[in-house]
């Protein structure tokens, strides 16, 4: 894969707040990475137009307040240029409602990945993502990465959820694609009827070949020739995924996991793919969104 490969324009939505400086800075590190253009987006809550003696605009100047875009647009700069002067930054503030905000400005703006973050700590921040994060993940018709991991170097390693179909193949091509020299596992979680009754060693015996059969040929299918096929590691195992997926994240070195989603129309928007969901809240570290291509044909 050459580096003309690599999108050429990413987005960082953004609320100006210490939840975001991670996203932030995984933001800079790919942008330098990919040498794309970053537009760094910000949504503004509409103002207060009205005051006990009428309009603001009825004030003289010197009793005015700021100007909040410019002022949130000097900030953006400020920290943006202090943090790395060598991406081509762009910057759009603008009041409205922020979901509706950053998916315009990123759409404007041809960005082919948008970047934010979520509070990795506070009280049910894996069950509850957010509203404006929650629209993100469930309306944008290019991949999303959500970043809650600090970012001291690149990826090396990501972990690709899938159930060998055509949106978690494109979920893997998406992946290598954007992250190319990191190394690669692919995920499979079963469940089988009856598991409990034909013992658990019987049934892993039994899907052990079966899933290295469906792995090797969902590769092929990808376009990996046989050599890197060869690289690629086999997570199949059986049980939960998301339980799976949050396990193996809490007890192995920070790594990216890849998840595509399921479907279109209003129950895509209102479920994004039940697994892909609860895949999504309970991995504690960096997430990579891809939507359904039925999505983005859609769109």
């Not at 700069?77 to 202090?82: M, S």
């Not at 991949?143 to 179909?165: C, G, K, N, Q, W």
């Amino acid at each position: 894969m050459t580096e003309g490969t690599f999108p050429r324009r990413m987005a960082l939505a953004t609320d100006l707040s210490h939840r975001c400086d991670r996203a932030l800075d995984r933001a800079l590190l790919v942008a330098r990475a990919w040498q794309a253009e970053l537009t760094v987006i910000h949504a503004l809550a509409p103002p207060e137009t009205m005051t006990l003696f009428g309009s603001l605009r009825d004030l003289p100047s010197w009793r005015r307040p700021p100007d909040p875009v410019r002022k949130a647009r000097d900030r953006i700069y400020r920290d943006l240029v202090r943090e790395d002067p060598h991406v081509d930054i762009a910057v759009h503030v603008e009041t409205g409602s922020p979901a509706e905000v950053v998916l315009e400005a990123a759409r404007e703006s041809h960005a082919e990945l948008i970047v934010t973050g979520v509070a990795r700590d506070e009280l049910l921040a894996r069950m509850f993502l957010g509203d404006t994060v929650d629209q993100l993940i469930r309306k944008s018709p290019v991949p999303v990465l959500i970043v809650r991991d600090r970012a001291f170097e690149p990826y090396h390693t990501m972990l690709v959820a899938t159930d060998f179909s055509e949106s978690s193949r494109v979920a893997l091509e998406t992946a290598i694609r954007f992250f190319p020299d990191t190394g690669l596992s692919l995920f499979h979680a079963y469940d089988v009827p009856f598991a409990g009754y034909l013992g658990r060693a019987e049934v892993e015996k039994q899907f052990e070949g079966y899933g290295k059969d469906a792995a090797d040929k969902f590769l092929a299918e990808a376009g990996l020739t046989p050599d890197a096929a060869r690289k690629v590691s086999h997570m199949i195992e059986h049980g939960v995924p998301e339980a799976l997926l949050r396990d193996y994240a809490e007890n192995s070195r920070r790594h990216l996991t890849v998840v595509g989603t399921h479907g279109g129309g209003m129950v895509y928007e209102t479920l994004i793919g039940s697994t892909a969901r609860k895949i999504i809240d309970a991995v504690p570290g960096d997430v990579l969104l891809v939507p359904d291509p039925a999505k983005r044909k859609a769109d």
